[in-house]
């Protein structure tokens, strides 16, 4: 018999495991609420994190409850009070809130729903992840976009004016739209995103960010902002299910935020859009005029387990704090940046370090003597298997463009996460170091 718990809306309470009292609980007892192993480090979330126990059981009971089962697996794909609840979490409601299968999908559904026309042009960076550049470049070959990048500066001493400052210098009378990276995964630079919204507004410009990395890191405020759409991944520092992503759209005008209309937007891949006539006239106003968050949130059946579970990682988070773990996490990565500091010097770092308005817990550097070896990409990647296997630790290499280098340049990255202490830490860069001696 099917049970009468409606799937798509799990009680934390019936898992049994839901721990209480998480907002003062110590982080030795908020570890253990990870599938991690305790021999092993974990510092790459920024590629993938490490889902909750719970996380796993909510994902396993609602797959069994569904599978085989009678019921409708439309509505539920609605997932209504969950992106309700998920909304409140990031200072924005449901219309605005849409649970997708990756930042990947969320970026590629909002490029593509842009009003964007040949002879139009998209200023981003030649530091965005390959689905954001990838998407731009197939507008640009189907509808004749101009791109245009600007490389972002790396090192310590990286200053948030110059990133802004070189962006307003790109800006032209048919640039149309705004994108960056709100932590950039190459060099974790923590990209100013207010004054880069601000400078957007000043110019009409709609703003796209790749949020990837920010949900679970940071106590976001997505309305605060002031961007008009934010793709998110689930299942990084999130540590939701593998396959889910948060899209945030802007479907109302809180001048003290973004004073600009919404701009046009088509929200493709949609069962719910009008099969006839078109949707009301977008608001001017805080009241929406209609539910975008509807549009895209219903594209047929979804994987009703994935986003419970994501639901239910968002949930923990609100109970644990987010604030508490923004400091955690940025705690974790200051001593780490020290530890880094001390082992392969100041500008080893590729990530902005003297400025803490740019500082992220995902930190690049060079660990080798020769800083040609920054070219070296089989060293690099011998370095980051032979930390796994001989080391168990996780972290990865990155590449990117360097401002007059005639090169990519290569580093190693790693991040820290709640789930991390400082005695890993500790432990991961003596082994790195070591490491490094032994290769260079």
Known sequence: MASTTHPAEPAPSTTGRSPGGLRTASWDR???????????????????????????????????????GLMNVYPPAM????????????????????????????VARVIHGLDLAEGDEVLTTTHECYSVLSNFNLLRNRHGLTVRTVTPPSGPDVRAEEIVELFE?????????????????????????????????????????????????????????????????????????????????RNKVHPQHNPLPLPTFWPIISTWYPMIGSPPPRTTTSVESCNMGDYLQSAGSANIARGAALARACELWDEIGRDRIERRVR????????????????????????????????????????????????????????????????????????????????????????FNDTAEIDRAVATMAGLARELS
């Open 30 to 68: 908020i570890r253990d609420l990870f599938a991690l192993d305790r021999n092993s480090v974990h510092l790459n979330t920024g590629t993938v994190g490490a889902m909750p126990h719970e996380v796993l059981e909510v994902n396993d009971r609602v797959t069994r409850e569904w599978t085989g």
């Open 79 to 106: 997932y209504t009070e969950h992106r309700a609840n998920i909304a409140r979490s990031f200072g924005v409601d449901q219309d605005e809130m849409v649970i997708c299968h990756s930042a990947t999908e969320g």
């Open 169 to 249: 210098r790109r800006i032209t009378p048919r640039t149309k739209v705004l994108a960056f990276a709100g932590v950039t995964l190459f060099t974790g630079t923590m990209m100013p995103i207010r004054d880069l919204c601000e400078l957007a507004h000043r110019h009409g410009l709609t703003t796209v960010i790749d949020g990837a990395l920010l949900p679970g890191m940071l106590d976001c405020d997505f309305r605060s902002y002031g961007a008009d759409f934010i793709s998110c991944s689930g299942a990084k520092f999130q540590c939701g299910p593998l396959g889910t992503g948060l899209l945030y759209v």
């Open 331 to 418: 705690d974790l990565a200051e001593h780490a940046r020290s530890r880094l500091v001390e082992a392969f010097g100041w500008n080893s770092l590729y990530s902005p370090s003297a400025d803490p308005r740019l500082r992220s817990p995902l930190i690049a550097f060079h660990p080798f003597r020769d800083r040609a070896d920054a070219w070296n990409i089989k060293k690099f990647v011998e370095f980051v298997d032979r930390l796994e296997h001989e080391h168990r630790i996780w972290i990865r290499w990155t590449e990117f463009d360097v401002p007059g280098s005639p090169h990519q340049h290569y580093a190693a990255r790693l991040c820290t996460h709640l």
